[in-house]
């Protein structure tokens, strides 16, 4: 209830800011909340969008209920995908059916590995890594430009002399099939979701899960019980960053099929706001991931629609992210909207309390 | 390939450089130092200086004159402090996602608002570089630092001015008390909210004016991403000068000079991939947290929030 009245108030400052921009909020917001329920393109475009917003919410999750923040699952995306692509290009004439798994391996062991530095930094060091995680999304994204103009780039581009910064096409027996013909929907939102069947089963019917939790819930009192509360840290923000680098060579697979700039789109981010929506649940995820797939692709067509920059869908998440957690406490206390809206009272009624 | 950084005049000009790129990390960084000493850890800086870069450039484009652009941005600086303040104080909320959700959300509006409002790349007349007289004409030191604009100096000055405040006054010392036992503090009569709403808006509006020198005293222009990062970089600094103005300067010093030799080495061409010299501030972003981290004391109450009634 709180959260629909979050996005309710986010989507209300939204259209204050349509007002001052001179445009009319409600034929904005018809193109930008009808817009993607309305046709087979805006489903499945819907659809698509949700695919590596669930992916990257997972891993969020796993993270956040290990009370360790990941906000570098940009990053993780960029080099999850980098390490997926060169090992495809690498072995162009295996078979698929050895290739495509391997590939998604390889890409969620190269997340797992950017996402493994910061969680080894906080463990071992106690390096805040809220700070660490954002500035290796910066590196990574570095990283990832320079392999795509220089030791990746598709040879094609060196020899027209066009020099965009992409590596050539998979070869083909990676590509993931389309569930629908005409669309770009692919197999990609089946394996998000029944990741998040498997993420909920592991948090909470294995002990390794529980364990995790556990940290998350009361680190020294899992210490106390004798938990390895440090190598549980690595460990989540380890299968965070993998669950992101794997977002993002689906990205690849199913779409683009080939590594381009822009791979990460801002899911990374968005992931965070569909995990935190979906109250930090696996299964949770999956609606919200899916409402913030719409969210992204209708501002799209809003900004077709009425001239209005998409980037106000950045704008709308930071506000739901603000509502979500700003309200949270009316959750955790009930009687704290009494004492918010009651009167201050003198300071000596304190004593007896 | 790297003599061509040896020449006097070009390591001049990165001393130069980076006395000027210390301005957005000091202001950002001596801001964001009240807020956490009084217990709030904000981390919607780098978007609150978005905003402050975007509204300064606006204001500026339109209006012709930088100071009032200066002004715009601390106001918004103080409209979106106010926000993370009742976000982290009042509903005493997580506070390392609320400052994500700061950041996206100024981010986002400043994109936003670009395209809307301007939509192509221009430039305007910022602030001009004041030399100080006599100062600047000593050799070497002067063109180092006597000769910038007035927000340079000014980001300077806060350095003793922060200090002061925050060791010499009373103020400064019930700031210090909240961040480290909200409880004794409030019994004192002391507000702990009060305390805390004022060093995030300072701290924020501060932000602000560093977003703002970006575009007015740096660039001269508005950039899509201008703040690259600084923002969260001025919040490990904070750590880094350990709660502390001389620590924090020391630590923007290092860091602009790194800024400003990786923009050296792009202006001059040498012959290795940009993107190298660019990762050096975030890379060392990481090795000076993981130096510096291991060290106990901070102020006790950070990230804490504080509720009267238990």
């Keep these: ?353 | 390939m790297f003599a061509q950084l040896l020449h006097p005049d070009v390591i001049i000009g990165i001393l130069a450089t980076g006395v000027r790129l210390a301005t957005p990390f000091l202001l950002a960084a001596l801001g964001e130092m009240f807020a956490q000493r009084s217990g709030v850890y904000n981390l919607g800086v780098e978007g609150v200086m978005m905003m402050g870069a975007f509204s300064g450039f606006w204001v500026t484009l339109t209006t012709g004159s930088p100071w009032l652009g200066v002004l715009a941005a601390l106001l918004i600086g103080a409209v979106m402090g106010l926000l993370m303040a009742f976000i982290s104080v009042t509903l005493q909320a997580e506070q390392g996602i609320s400052g994500i959700g700061l950041y996206m959300f100024g981010w986002g509006l400043a994109g936003f608002l670009f395209r809307l409002l301007v939509g192509y790349v221009t430039s305007v007349d910022g602030f001009h570089d004041i030399p100080l007289p006599g100062l600047s004409r000593i050799p070497v030191l002067g063109t180092v630092f006597f000769d910038h604009n007035w927000m340079v100096y000014f980001s300077y000055l806060l350095i003793p001015i922060t200090w002061y405040i925050l060791f010499k006054t009373t103020w400064g010392l019930k700031v210090r008390a909240v961040g480290v036992t909200p409880e004794a503090a409030d019994t004192l009569g002391v507000s702990v909210a009060r305390i805390r709403y004022t060093c995030v808006i300072i701290g924020s509006m501060l932000a602000g004016m560093a977003g703002a020198f970006l575009t007015l005293g740096h660039t001269n222009m508005y950039a899509d991403n201008i703040t690259a990062g600084r923002g969260f970089i001025a919040v490990a600094l904070v750590y880094f000068g350990r709660w502390t103005p001389l620590g924090i300067a020391g630590g923007a010093l290092l860091f602009s000079t790194v800024d400003a030799l990786q923009l050296w080495i792009q202006v001059l061409g040498i012959d290795i991939p940009y993107e190298f010299p660019v990762m050096a501030p975030y890379v060392l972003t990481i090795i000076v947290l993981a130096l510096v981290s291991g060290r106990i004391w901070q102020p006790a109450a950070l990230g804490r929030p504080f509720d009267r009634e238990g």
């Design chain 1, 1 to 353: 209830m709180i959260l629909v009245l979050a996005v309710i108030g986010a989507l209300l400052v939204g259209a204050f800011l349509l007002v001052i921009a001179g445009a009319n909020p409600i034929v904005a917001y018809r193109a930008m909340l009808v817009g993607p329920f309305s046709s087979r393109y805006g489903l499945t475009e819907t659809l698509v969008k949700t695919t590596p917003l669930l992916l990257v919410a997972l891993g969020i999750i796993i993270a956040f209920r290990s009370g360790i923040l990941n906000i570098g699952a940009e990053g993780q995306m960029m080099i999850g995908a980098l390490c997926g692509t060169a090992f495809a290009l690498a072995f162009p004439n295996l078979h698929g059916a050895i290739l495509l798994p391997a590939t998604i391996l390889v890409s969620f062991l190269g997340g797992a590995f950017w996402g493994g530095i910061p969680g080894w930094l906080k463990a071992k060091l106690n390096v805040n890594e809220i700070l660490s995680t954002i500035m290796l999304n910066s590196i990574a994204w570095q990283l990832m430009i320079y392999f795509l103009r220089g030791p990746m780039i598709d040879p094609k581009e060196r020899s027209y002399g066009t020099g965009v910064p992409q590596t050539q096409q998979l070869p083909h027996q990676v590509w993931l099939g389309r569930l629908l013909p005409r669309t770009r929907l692919h197999w990609g939102i089946i394996i998000a979701i029944g990741l998040a069947v498997l993420v909920y089963i592991f948090l909470w019917r294995t002990s390794l899960g529980y364990k995790m939790r556990a940290v998350g819930a009361q680190k020294e009192a899992a210490r106390y019980a004798g938990m390895p509360v440090e190598r549980l840290l690595v460990l989540a923000m380890a299968l965070s960053g993998g669950f992101a680098g794997m977002a993002g060579m689906i990205e690849v697979l199913g779409i683009h099929h080939r590594l381009m700039d822009g791979i990460s789109a801002g899911y990374g981010f968005s992931g965070i706001v569909a995990a935190l929506f979906g109250q930090l649940h696996p299964l949770g995820a999956i609606p919200a991931s899916f409402l913030f797939g719409a969210l992204m692709l209708g501002a799209d067509m809003m900004q077709r629609a009425v001239a209005i920059p998409a980037a106000i869908v950045f704008t709308i998440q930071g506000l739901v992210v603000l509502f979500v957690v700003g309200t949270d406490i009316f959750i955790r206390r009930p009687d704290f909207a009494q004492r918010l809206f009651r009167r201050r009272r003198p300071a000596a009624r304190k004593e007896g309390a």
